[in-house]
């Protein structure tokens, strides 16, 4: 079935820095891309989502780059600051072998210090 | 204005008890989950519906039991409550399987 991987599983990083969390799919019938944050107690919220026709997307300080050849995509944060500490969780969705549901990767707990 | 709720937020309850989480959404959404989220923050997917119809069902014991009465609405009940069934549990919905999911704020299930 299709599987998510998302590395690392602990970031830690200096206000200003940029950050990065990598992750891997298994389907190449995967279509959609979602990145969601989670902050400590609250529910996960969508941040920025990609489709495979699309190579990479912006949105301020967020951008997702979509490989489909390597089936990576990647989440890029930069300028960081201390509100940006949380859980972030990749997926992926739309792929025949999963029969359409969304497979979560484990996720990358952030620390931006001050 | 709550997209998603769900309750209750907190159960605390003693191991072989019988509960259940209650879920609704305003969305207008045709598609609902239920996702279990242990203490190592891993989102595992348990059940969707869509439309009310059942399409996903993933390896959960049958003490489980998803019912969604009208697309907007989705339950889980459990029986036989066990230890290892604490964790938060979220209630989602989206407009399809490859949309963007709305979570509800979870329901912190406690088995004593």
């Known amino acids: 079935g299709e599987n998510v991987e998302q590395h690392p599983s602990t970031l830690s990083v200096q206000e200003g820095d940029s950050a990065v969390i990598k992750c891997t799919y298994s389907?190449?019938?995967?279509?959609?891309f979602p990145w969601y944050k989670q902050e400590l107690g609250k529910r996960p919220q969508l941040i920025i989502d990609?489709?495979?026709?699309?190579g990479e997307k912006k949105d301020q300080r967020i951008a997702v780059t979509l490989n489909k050849t390597a089936k990576h995509f990647s989440l890029h944060i930069t300028e960081t600051q201390p509100e940006d500490s949380a859980v972030y969780f990749c997926?992926?969705?739309?792929?025949?072998?999963?029969?359409?549901?969304?497979?979560f990767g484990a996720g990358t707990r952030l620390f931006v210090k001050a | 204005d709550t997209a998603v709720s769900q309750t209750p937020k907190y159960l605390v309850t003693q191991m072989g008890n019988d509960k259940s989480i209650k879920c609704e959404q305003n969305l207008g959404h045709d598609t609902m989950y239920w996702y279990k989220q242990d203490s190592k923050k891993f989102l595992k997917i348990m059940f969707s519906?869509?439309?009310?119809?059942?399409?996903i069902n993933e390896t959960v014991p049958n003490r489980f039991s998803p019912k969604s009465p009208d697309k907007a609405h989705l339950n889980l009940h459990i029986n036989s409550l066990e230890l290892g069934d604490s964790a938060v549990y979220f209630c989602?919905?989206?407009?399809?399987?490859?949309?963007?999911?709305?979570f509800g704020d979870g329901t912190r299930l406690s088995i004593l």
């Open positions: 389907d190449s019938a995967s279509n959609y």
């Open positions: 989602a919905s989206s407009q399809g399987q490859d949309q963007p999911q709305h």
């Open positions: 997926a992926a969705s739309g792929g025949l072998t999963g029969g359409f549901k969304t497979i």
């Open positions: 990609i489709r495979s026709n699309v």
């Open positions: 519906y869509n439309n009310k119809e059942l399409i």
